[in-house]
């Protein structure tokens, strides 16, 4: 369903994998990978490193998040090997997800939706499994750290996460761009895991680090179910990707189509602005803006 490339050092070492385009209009992620090809081969010095530009081969070609199925490939996993095109590759993912030692996700907002830099994972259970995620994430040495409720379903990382594999996912802009900072970033914070692991000879870069926040409850790290637009209309924010925002301040205006209706959206919670839907034109229960609690 998808054309991955593996690079084998031909010596011990873990069996890193790096995906993008799991969503079909994810350009950052997609392009850093396309970077990481042209070098790899020759620097790798210990294990395995399987690449794949572009999971959601479907979608990609829509120019779209989703394939033609609608459905979203980031909530079907583990799939189905007999079912729609997005449980196929959803199957194949998770499959290739459970071969490897450690595994990095990078996503993007897309084109409708724009989001912090951050490097995000589940709070593993299990200990040994959760602390080298860390050390994972602190690598990869994006601005934010998120780590968040482990029972979420349908994901890459819950393939990981019941298959015990280290594993991070990456947010980095989108908004209907391809950011050339947001590849850079990429590009590095991919070296700097390999570094870590010592599969590539590389320094490490200093810190970059400018919130970890861990955050256990129920839902955390849902992105989708936050601030959900009330009907369809037009959004203009208030406020920016890492902004500090407070309980009960105005985070943007929604007013609809034929202009009767404006209402005032205000924010619930306190804390760091860290997604946005930068596409004016939003539907009934789009997600809004989402706000990492620095409370954990």
Known sequence: MFTKHTYDSG?????LLITAGVHGDEFESISAIHRIQTWIQDEIVHGVVTLVPVVNEAA??????TADDGLDLARTCPGNIDGTVTEKTAH??????????????????????????????VLHPNMEVLEPTRQMARAFNLPIIWGT????????????????????????????????????????????????????????PEPLIEHFVEDPRPGAGHLQINNPAPFDGVFIASVSLGDSISAGEIYGTLTTMD???????????SGIVILLHTFPGVNTSDPLCVIMSEQG
Request: hydrophobic share 35%.
């Open 92 to 121: 194949e993912l998770s499959e290739l997800i459970c071969s490897a030692d450690y595994y990095i996700d990078l996503h993007t907002g897309g084109t409708r939706i724009s989001v912090a830099p951050l490097a995000g994972y």
């Open 11 to 15: 010596k011990p070492g873990p069996h």
């Open 60 to 65: 990609f070609l829509r120019g779209h998040r």
């Open 149 to 204: 409720d482990w029972r979420l379903e349908g994901r890459s990382l819950s393939i990981a996460r019941d298959a015990n594999v280290p594993a991070i996912y990456c947010e980095y802009l989108g908004g209907a761009q391809c950011s050339i900072d947001g590849i850079n970033a990429y590009e590095d914070g991919c070296k700097n895991v390999m570094g870590w692991l010592d599969m590539i000879v590389h320094s490490q």
């Open 259 to 269: 202009g009767t209706k404006s209402v005032e959206l205000i924010a619930e919670t």
